[in-house]
């Protein structure tokens, strides 16, 4: 069964060599929401610090706190792009990211060429990328302009390709940071059933958000981050009012 659990999970990003501390300790404390320290090889930024948790099948759980706080270092964390510098990090199940959905997205090759290089970086294997190609091309309404290189596209019509194609995978531990909102009022509601499938045929979610809307009306779980620590762990109402209680003070 998927699940997902950290035992006392630190996450430190270590810059060495930092020169002209005085000021930069200035800098780092004001800007980042993470700890900073200074040793003898140089500065460590500490942005998740003794975090403890535990998902299960069926939850899905909402991130919440200010820029900073560690939702998207957790996000990379679950994605096993960070690995955790102390603590235990155990996470089973396959994992569909959807953060950072135009990474890979290359402005010189053709649409067709970038279908192939992202559902790649999404862990398909060709068969199955051109067992769904002529959906994913039917779906980004993109046409003929499937064969023009990427750089010539429109803002909007970069998204939709990079959309259609990050949201044919069918994960068992879905990845999101905020809910995706991509071009125009008809091809939005598409994008929108098509995102509330993919929620729905996952086993676990784990969205962060500064939407407390989107927070209580999608998940059954809310975990606050303050610079690095979990604060609270609760069900989305409880959580969401002490985090924009605390907001608003």
């Not at 997205?105 to 862990?123: S, V, Y």
């Not at 091809?187 to 784990?206: G, T, Y």
């Not at 009306?217 to 969401?240: K, M, Q, Y």
Request: contains cysteine; negative net charge.
């Amino acid at each position: 069964m998927a699940h997902i659990i950290f035992e006392h999970v630190n996450i430190d990003f270590p810059i060495y060599n930092a020169k002209n501390r005085s000021l930069k300790n200035t800098v780092m404390q004001a800007a980042t929401g993470g700890r900073v320290s200074f040793g003898a090889e140089g500065t460590v930024i500490r942005s998740l610090e003794d975090v403890s948790f535990e998902i299960h099948e069926g939850e899905r759980v909402g991130l919440i706190g200010h820029n900073g706080a560690g939702k998207s270092t957790l996000l990379r964390a679950l994605s096993n792009v960070y690995v955790p510098t102390a603590g235990r990090a155990e996470i089973v199940g396959e994992i569909g990211s959807l953060v950072d959905i135009g990474l890979g997205i290359d402005g010189e090759a053709t649409g067709r060429e970038n279908i192939f290089i992202r559902g790649a970086l999404l862990g398909l294997k060709r068969k199955e990328i051109e067992e769904q190609f002529d959906e994913i091309v039917e779906f980004s309404e993109l046409g003929e302009f499937i064969n023009m290189p990427v750089r010539t596209y429109s803002s909007g019509m970069h998204l939709r390709l990079a959309f259609a194609v990050a949201t044919i995978i069918r994960p068992e531990i879905l990845l999101m940071d905020e809910w995706l909102s991509v071009g125009d009022a008809a091809f939005n509601e598409k994008a929108e059933k098509r995102l509330n499938d993919l929620v729905q045929s996952s086993r676990i979610l784990v969205i962060a958000s500064h939407s407390r809307k989107l927070i209580e009306r999608t998940c059954n779980r809310a975990l606050w981050f303050e610079h690095g620590r979990l604060r609270l762990d609760s069900d989305p109402i409880t959580v969401c009012k002490a985090y924009w209680d605390n907001v608003c003070l």
